[in-house]
Structure formats: C-alpha cells, structure tokens
C-alpha cells in the first residue's frame, strides 16, 4: 500500500522554527518528486514547495523563500521541511504529497493524513 | 499567477448530477486534476489529465476541459460524495502548481 506519514507540527512562537518530516513506503521514492502542500484552518489547499528526484531541484511559492527549505534523503524514503522564521499565517495543516506524471503537468497522489502547525505567542 | 475561479457552493439531489467548475484564461490549453476532500481527511485525486480516472475512483467522476472552463461532473450523486472539490493545474508562468479555491458539494 502507498502511504506518506507526517510528523513534526506543532505550537511555536512566531520567529521560531519546526522541522517536518514525511516518511514513504509502497513505492520507489527516489522514483519521484515530492511536494509539500498546506491549508489553513477552513481555507483552500497552497502548494508550499516541491523537490527533484535526485535533489537537484528546489521550488518554493514566494511566501515562504529564504525561510523554509525542502529536503530529501532517498535512503530514510523521507522527505523534509525545515521551517524557520516561522509566521502567524504559515499556521496551517502541511500535506506531504507524491507528484505524478511530467513536470508542468503534474499532479498530487497520495497525500498524508498532513501534521498541524500553530504559530501562535 | 494563474488564477482558477470555482463556486463557493454546489447543492444536488441524491441520484442527480453534480457540476462543479473550474474557470482559467485558456484553461482548455492546460491539464487540469480534481482532488475531494471530506471532513477531516486528506485530499484525494478523483481526475487527472481532464478526464482519466485513478484506479478505485467511480465512473460517476468524469470531468472534461474546453476554452476558459474545465468542469467536474459527478452522476448519480451519493450522500458520501459530499465534501468540498477542488481543481488543479500547472501554471507556465511561473512555473508552480495552482489550485482553485474549492467547492464545496451538498447533498440535499
């Protein structure tokens, strides 16, 4: 069975930081790009950030460049966000997704159950 | 950015059909994904490339694309199809995915 579990969110203070991990199984993870997307509480879907098979490759929506960094480490099937700088509107549930099909017309599939993230004082 | 337009809300009847669109400048030119998304639960893809199904989705789910609309059409509407819809494609410009803002489908 295909399957991304989350860990990691949880309560920080605003400027702090958070490290959130995604683990694979199921499929050759080093097989694919990986995405991760967020939604606030009772809001749409934003697709945060994806990653290159081998790495090679980073992607960021604007909100969150120079603050947040995507990683990968086939050898673990993990998949990472580093979080830092961390503000009240980044509160949100973070989605790990597999990217399918080519690039430019991808799509996301599986999603994990996603881990919450509150930045709040 | 690229910007998709659906409505806030649908409303069916139970064994009617539901239409939920997606609206984009020239969306017809892009492939577009449908992902459901139930209370409490992850997204899940329903359609992809406009129209294919993903193993384990319905025939109910069919979806079509052409000009600036491309629509998510769900036949035979269940009580467990209710949940809120969203549409998805590639944006060229700049080169990240998009989503539009969701629908959220009522069954009556």
């Known amino acids: 069975e295909v399957q991304l579990v989350e860990s990691g969110g949880g309560l920080v203070q605003p400027g702090g930081s958070l490290r959130l991990s995604c683990v694979a199984s199921?499929?050759?993870?080093?097989?694919?790009?990986m995405s991760w997307v967020r939604q606030a509480p009772g809001k749409g879907l934003e697709w945060v950030a994806n990653i290159k098979q081998d790495g090679s490759e980073k992607y960021y929506v604007d909100s969150v460049k120079g603050r947040f960094t995507i990683s990968r480490d086939d050898a673990k099937n993990s998949l990472y966000l580093q979080m830092n700088s961390l503000r009240v509107e980044d509160t949100a549930l973070y989605y790990c997704?597999?990217?399918?099909?080519?690039?430019?017309?991808?799509?996301?599939?599986?999603w994990g159950q996603g881990t919450l993230v509150t930045v709040s004082s | 950015s690229y910007v998709l337009t659906q409505p806030p809300s649908v409303s069916v009847a139970p064994g009617k059909t539901a239409r939920i669109t997606c609206g984009g400048n020239n969306i017809g030119s892009k492939s577009v994904h449908w992902y459901q998304q139930k209370p409490g639960q992850a997204p899940v893809l329903v359609i992809h490339?406009?129209?294919d199904r993903p193993s384990g989705i319905p025939e109910r789910f069919s979806g079509s694309n052409s000009g600036n609309t491309a629509t998510l059409t769900i036949s035979r509407v269940e009580a467990g199809d209710e949940a809120d819809y969203y549409c998805?494609?590639?944006?060229?410009?700049?080169?990240?995915?998009?989503f539009g803002g969701g629908t959220k489908l009522t069954v009556l």
């Open positions: 199921g499929f050759t993870f080093s097989s694919h790009w």
């Open positions: 997704a597999r990217e399918g099909g080519v690039r430019g017309v991808s799509w996301f599939d599986p």
């Open positions: 490339y406009d129209s």
């Open positions: 998805q494609v590639w944006d060229n410009s700049s080169d990240r995915p998009a």
